[in-house]
Nanobody
Framework: QVQLVESGGGLVQAGGSLRLSCAASERAFSSYNIGWFRQAPGKEREFVAAINWSGDSTDYKDSVKGRFTISRDNAKKTVYLQMDSLKAEDTAVYYC????????????????WGQGTQVTVSS
């Protein structure tokens, strides 16, 4: 059972940056594709970005392309989400999760989830 822990969230002004981390408890983490999702109050959980198990393929929601960068360090069992040029609409709780299939954007298809980290962008 892979356990994930997100960190790095916080309060930032619009235009600022944050780097989120998703740390895993098991070495098996390196065999999973990892996705980042977010959920704002009263809204459904939505896909943000994903990276495949080796780190050589990535996928992004259109509204974050060019602003967010996902990466991973399998030796450290960690996936990162660098978020630049943040906007008020990026405010949400951000979650990471594992998936055995690639190019999957539906949260129901993801298995292990972290507890989430709050990102608040003030305008």
């Amino acid at each position: 059972q892979v356990q994930l822990v997100e960190s790095g969230g916080g309060l930032v002004q619009a235009g600022g940056s944050l780097r989120l981390s998703c740390a895993a408890s098991e070495r098996a983490f390196s065999s999973y594709n990892i996705g980042w999702f977010r959920q704002a109050p009263g809204k459904e959980r939505e896909f943000v970005a994903a990276i495949n198990w080796s780190g050589d393929s990535t996928d992004y929601k259109d509204s974050v392309k060019g602003r967010f960068t996902i990466s991973r360090d399998n030796a450290k069992k960690t996936v990162y989400l660098q978020m630049d040029s943040l906007k008020a609409e990026d405010t949400a709780v951000y979650y990471c999760a594992t998936c055995t299939r690639w190019m999957v954007r539906i949260h129901f298809d993801y298995a292990h989830w972290g507890q989430g980290t709050q990102v608040t962008v003030s305008s």
